[in-house]
C-alpha cells in the first residue's frame, strides 16, 4: 500500500487565493605574424608547368604565325586535353569528385532534408500558482486540462477552472461537507462538459459554460470515487470498493456494465485511444486489461489480463500514442518501477526502477518520450527518452510529492500540482509544429475549367 493522505487539511487558512501567481568578438592583433602563401607541391602538375614555361619560351623566340583554322584546332585540343590552363602554381588541393551514388534520387533527398535542431528543455517552471488546500492523498486525480484549454483543479470542496488563453480563473462549484471533499475530476471529451467524483460516491455532471449542474450518477458505488475516464459518452468510474462501473451518461439507467477484479481501491483508469481497451491500476497491487469484446461475452473473467508484477499500488497509467497496445505503468513507493506493456499478449517488455514513488505519466505527443512524476525524495519530473530510457531531462521545484500532472490540449505544455500546494507549468514538450494546409481538393474533374452550357 501507498501512504495516502488525509482530510484534515481542509481546515487550513484560506488567507491565499486559489489560482493566483506565487557573445564575445576576438579582434585579431595587428602584430600577429600571418603566414606567407606558400605553393602546395602536392598539389602541381610539374609536367604541365615545365611545358608551359618551354612553350612560352618558345613561342617569344620564334613566332609563327598560323592561320585561324590551325589556331582554332589548337585551342579544342588544348581545352580536351586539359592544357587549357593558365596558373602554375597550386596552393590547395582541389576538393575530390563525390563518388556517384547507387540511389541518386534517394542521396539527393537526405542531403537536402534539414537537419533537426536540438530542442532545449527549460529546467524551471514557466509559471507557479497557488493551489491551498489541495489534497495530499496518493489515491485521487484532482487535476485534468479538457480540449478547451480550460484547466480543472479540486481544491478540497471546490472545483476551480483556469483558462489558458486568458489566464483568467473561475470557481464552478462547492460541495458542502457531508458529500465532500472533492475525489475526482475528468473533463469530458468534447471540452465542455466536466465529471466530479465526490467522497459520497456520487458523482456529479455539470456543464462549464454555464456553471449548472446536469445530473448526478449515483447507485454505482459505496464508497468515494477517485479515479474516472471517459470513452465517448461513457464515463468509467473507479471506487475505493474496487468496482469499476461504466456509465452511459445519455440515458436514465446509466449503469451500463460493472467490472470486478480488484480487491482494493482502484486509483488508476485509462481508456486506449482506441476505446476498445481499458488500463485499470489498484492498492491491491494489480493491473487490469479489460477489453470490451471479453467483458461482454460469457467468459469466466471479465479482464483480458491481470498482472501482477508490480508490488506496490498502481496509480501512473498512459498510454502509447505512436504504438497501439503500448501501456506505460507506474508504482508506488514500494515498487518505484515503470513498466512497459504489450496489452494484446500481456507481456511485460520492460521495467525500469526509477529510485522514487511513481505518481504519474505522461507521453509526449510530438516525439518518443515519457515524463513521470515523483516523490520521495526529489519530488521532480523525469523525462526519458523511449525506448532506451535514458534520463534527458529532470526538473525540479516541487517540495512535495507531485501527485498530479496533466497536459495541455496542443501536448506542450504540462501542469503539475504537488502536496506543497503549488501548481507549476513546464514547457517540457517543445512547441507545437505549424501544420501545412493541406492542399485543396477538386470536388470533381476539370472543375476548374468554365462549364459549358
Request: charged share 20%; hydrophobic share 35%; with cysteine.
Amino acid at each position: 500500500m501507498d501512504s495516502g493522505g488525509s482530510f484534515g487539511m481542509l481546515n487550513k487558512s484560506q488567507s491565499r487565493n486559489p489560482l493566483q501567481d506565487h557573445a564575445v568578438l576576438h579582434r585579431r592583433n595587428s602584430n600577429e605574424n600571418l603566414d606567407r602563401f606558400i605553393p602546395n607541391r602536392s598539389a602541381m602538375d610539374f609536367d604541365y608547368a615545365l611545358y608551359m614555361l618551354m612553350e612560352a619560351k618558345k613561342g617569344k623566340e620564334n613566332p609563327v604565325s598560323s592561320s585561324p583554322a590551325k589556331e582554332a584546332y589548337r585551342k579544342q585540343l588544348a581545352e580536351a586535353l586539359n592544357i587549357n590552363r593558365t596558373r602554375i602554381l597550386a596552393f590547395k588541393n582541389k576538393p575530390p569528385t563525390p563518388a556517384e551514388s547507387l540511389f541518386p534520387e534517394t542521396s539527393s533527398v537526405q542531403q537536402a532534408k534539414p537537419a533537426k535542431p536540438r530542442r532545449s528543455i527549460p529546467q524551471t517552471s514557466e509559471r507557479t500558482l497557488d493551489a491551498p488546500e489541495i489534497i495530499d492523498d496518493y489515491y485521487l486525480n484532482l487535476l485534468d486540462w479538457g480540449s478547451s484549454n480550460v484547466l480543472a483543479i479540486a481544491l478540497g470542496n471546490t472545483v476551480y477552472l483556469w483558462d489558458a488563453t486568458d489566464s483568467s480563473t473561475s470557481e464552478l462549484m462547492t460541495v458542502d461537507e457531508d458529500t465532500g471533499p472533492i475525489t475526482s475530476v475528468s473533463w469530458a471529451p468534447d471540452g465542455r462538459h466536466i465529471a466530479v467524483g465526490l467522497n459520497s460516491s456520487e458523482v456529479q455532471l455539470w456543464d462549464s459554460t454555464s456553471n449548472k449542474q446536469l445530473r448526478t450518477l449515483r447507485g454505482g458505488h459505496e464508497s468515494r470515487v477517485g479515479a474516472m475516464d471517459w470513452n465517448n459518452h461513457v464515463l468509467s468510474t473507479g471506487g475505493m470498493d474496487g468496482l469499476i462501473v461504466n456509465n452511459d451518461v445519455r440515458i436514465r439507467n446509466h449503469i451500463v456494465e460493472t467490472y470486478r477484479g480488484h480487491h482494493q481501491e482502484v486509483c488508476g483508469l485509462k481508456w486506449s485511444a482506441s476505446g476498445q481497451q481499458l488500463a485499470s491500476g489498484g492498492n491491491d497491487n494489480l493491473l487490469h486489461i479489460w477489453d470490451r469484446s471479453v467483458a461482454s461475452s460469457n467468459s469466466p473473467t471479465q479482464w483480458l489480463h491481470r498482472l501482477e508484477d508490480h508490488t506496490a499500488a498502481i496509480k501512473a497509467l498512459a498510454w502509447c500514442p505512436f504504438q497501439a497496445n503500448l501501456l506505460a505503468s507506474g508504482g508506488g513507493g514500494g515498487d518505484r518501477c515503470i513498466k512497459f506493456w504489450n496489452t494484446h499478449t500481456g507481456a511485460c517488455l520492460n521495467s525500469v526502477d526509477t529510485g522514487s514513488q511513481v505518481c504519474s505519466l505522461l507521453w509526449n505527443k510530438n516525439e518518443r518520450e515519457l515524463l513521470s512524476s515523483h516523490g520521495f525524495t526529489q519530488n521532480q519530473l523525469t523525462l526519458w527518452k523511449y525506448p532506451s530510457m535514458v534520463k534527458i531531462a529532470e526538473l525540479t521545484g516541487h517540495s512535495s510529492r507531485v501527485l498530479y500532472m496533466a497536459q495541455s490540449p496542443d501536448g506542450c505544455t504540462v501542469a503539475s500540482a504537488a502536496g506543497d500546494e503549488t501548481l507549476r507549468f513546464w514547457n517540457v514538450f517543445g512547441t507545437p509544429e505549424l501544420a501545412k494546409p493541406a492542399p485543396k481538393a477538386n470536388p470533381e474533374p476539370f472543375s476548374h475549367f468554365n462549364r459549358i452550357r
